[in-house]
C-alpha cells in the first residue's frame, strides 16, 4: 500500500505554469505506473500523463501533449507535473494516482487531488 499526497495547485493566468507534485509515502518499487489524471466539473475524469518508475518511460494526453511534461525524483519518491502554456480548459482538479504493474492495470491508488484554476 503507497499513499500519494499532491501539491502546488492554485491559480495562475492563461500563459501561466505551475509544477505540481505527487509524494509518495513509500518508495514505488520499480514495477509501479505513476500516472496523473484530471476532473473539471461536469466532465469525467481523464488521463493526462505516466510515467514508469523504473525507465522513465512517459506518456501523455493529446491535449498536454508539447506543454506538460512529467517526471520522477527516485530519491524524493516523488513524481512531477510541470504544467506550462496553461490554458483555462486546463482548470480541474488534478490527482496523482500509481498501479503495479506486476498485478494488473488498473489504478489503485489515488491522490485526494489538487485544483488547478487558469484564468482567462
Known amino acids: 500500500q503507497v499513499q500519494l499526497v499532491e501539491s502546488g495547485g492554485g491559480l495562475v493566468q492563461a500563459g501561466g505554469s505551475l509544477r505540481l507534485s505527487c509524494a509518495a509515502s513509500k518508495r514505488p518499487f520499480s514495477s509501479y505506473v505513476m500516472g496523473w489524471f484530471r476532473q473539471a466539473p461536469g466532465k469525467e475524469r481523464e488521463f493526462v500523463a505516466h510515467i514508469t518508475w523504473r525507465a522513465g518511460s512517459t506518456s501523455y494526453a493529446d491535449s498536454v501533449k508539447g506543454r506538460f511534461t512529467i517526471s520522477r525524483d527516485n530519491a524524493k519518491n516523488t513524481v512531477y507535473l510541470q504544467m506550462n502554456s496553461l490554458k483555462p480548459e486546463d482548470t480541474a482538479v488534478y490527482y496523482c494516482?500509481?498501479?503495479?504493474?506486476?498485478?494488473?492495470?488498473?489504478?489503485?491508488?489515488w491522490g485526494q487531488g489538487t485544483q488547478v484554476t487558469v484564468s482567462s
Open positions: 494516482a500509481a498501479y503495479d504493474s506486476n498485478t494488473g492495470y488498473r489504478y489503485d491508488y
